[in-house]
């Protein structure tokens, strides 16, 4: 499970990127008054109340946060209130029935940042969210689907003295970071789903923490492996960590340029339709 806490106070990356996503893909977007909307995997609640809720339009009916995360509902609710606003569990792995609440009445639109490759059925996933749209709805997806950071962690999960507390770190994550067609593998999921797929693209990113303390703290907070370190290990495990994140680096097209603080991943983001 993710470090809530970590993850809330190193927030800006995945923040940035919502915005991005949003200010490209929103206006593509057919608003209606009375919608219900869906900010998918939130966690701590910062892109569902300061990335989404200014760009809603003033007729909307409710907008949900959900996540797997009890301690990032915790958060959530606890930092932002507004009365068309509400936080609730969802985990997103498993099969959603006809009766809950997530699908009856269902959502206009659903927003998810950074969720899917968290992932292990893909499948299930993608249907679960079709599934959540009344007719007509639209999504805005954006997956993780190659990093540094997967990658660093799919290193260090091979090593020994870390196999008793991270098992099975390829079906826990990164379901893309191998592919060497992730955009084809998820339009074949939309597609499969039933959804009509608007825009789909990749997009190659980087940040820069500027600091290794702040890149620590995002590592931690992002680290879904962290919390199961004992106590007494976790500062050998980040600085492990860090030591494979460098090896990733320098494998991949290290040069003069490159900064010691700064990440390059790649996301895949798609605008869909339910027909």
């Not at 959540?132 to 639209?138: A, C, D, I, Q, S």
């Not at 997956?143 to 260090?156: E, H, W």
């Not at 370190?229 to 090896?247: G, R």
Request: proline letters at 5%.
């Amino acid at each position: 499970m993710l470090n809530a806490e970590e993850y809330y106070r190193e927030k800006h990356l995945t923040k940035r990127d919502a915005e991005q996503n949003v200010s490209e893909y929103m206006h593509l977007m057919t608003w209606k008054s009375g919608e219900r909307i869906l900010d998918l995997g939130c966690g701590p609640g910062t892109n569902t109340v300061e990335v989404l809720l200014p760009r809603l339009p003033d007729n909307f009916e409710i907008l949900v946060g959900a996540d797997i995360s009890q301690p990032m509902m915790q958060i959530a609710s606890s930092k932002y209130k507004h009365p068309k606003l509400k936080f609730l569990h969802l985990d997103l792995s498993k099969d959603i029935p006809a009766d809950s609440q997530f699908r009856t009445p269902g959502f206009n639109k659903i927003f998810s940042f950074y969720v899917l490759h968290w992932i292990h059925d893909q499948r299930q996933a993608v249907t679960n969210i079709y599934n959540m749209l009344r007719p007509g709805g639209e999504a805005l997806i954006s997956v993780l689907t190659k990093s540094d950071i997967l990658a660093a962690l799919i290193n260090q999960g091979q090593k020994n003295e870390w196999q008793p507390y991270v098992k099975d770190v390829e079906k826990v994550l990164a379901p893309y970071q191998q592919s060497k067609e992730p955009v084809e593998e998820l339009r074949s999921h939309y597609k499969d789903a039933g959804f009509k797929i608007v825009d789909i693209k990749l997009m190659k990113l980087s940040y820069d923490f500027k600091l290794t303390s702040r890149m620590k703290d995002f590592m931690t907070g992002v680290n879904p492996f962290h919390p199961n370190i004992p106590k007494e290990l976790q500062d050998i495990y980040m600085a492990d960590f860090l030591m494979e994140l460098m090896k990733v680096k320098f494998k991949r097209e290290f040069n003069d340029n490159d900064n010691i603080t700064e990440i390059k991943y790649e996301q895949t983001v798609a605008l869909l339709r339910k027909i």
